[in-house]
């Protein structure tokens, strides 16, 4: 008969032990990840809604010296710094939805700009094909 080893006990519950919590870790670390994602998620929505915010005082200082302008029967300025002001806010709200995009496992539809699951053929926004480079 196998005498009873005390050392070999110990080990084996070592060894079990050692992989409850690697197991463990393992889960926690894929939790953590996908709490991280959500924070990255809502820090992205937070910049392209100050991004938007931006842009619509951008519009709004536009129509108010248009406006001024058509009041006081001049011609209206030049507003090509505006307009640049204003292209360069959308290319950045533009790249962090392609960001939040690829952060909540959604691509961007080229026509509008919507975010769409990765696994749908079609924007459901505006219909646009999202696979036709497939
Ligand atoms: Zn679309």
Redesign the pocket.
């Known amino acids: 008969m196998a005498e009873f080893n005390m050392d070999d006990m110990f080990d084996k519950i070592k060894t079990s032990a050692a992989k409850v919590s690697r197991e463990a870790e393992r889960l926690t670390k894929s939790a953590a990840s996908k709490v991280e994602s959500k924070t990255q998620e809502a820090k992205l929505k937070y910049a392209i809604r100050e991004l938007e915010d931006k842009m619509r005082a951008c519009y709004a200082a536009i129509g108010e010296a248009v406006y001024e302008s058509f009041r006081n029967s001049e011609e209206p300025g030049d507003f090509s710094e505006m307009f640049g002001r204003l292209d360069a806010l959308r290319e950045e709200a533009d790249e962090i939805k392609e960001q939040l995009a690829a952060v909540s496992g959604c691509v961007v539809?080229?026509?509008?700009?919507?975010g769409?699951s990765a696994e749908d053929a079609f924007?459901?926004?505006?219909?646009?094909n999202?696979k036709k480079d497939e």
Do not use: M, Q
């Open positions: 539809c080229p026509e509008c700009g919507a769409v924007c459901s926004k505006c219909g646009a999202i």
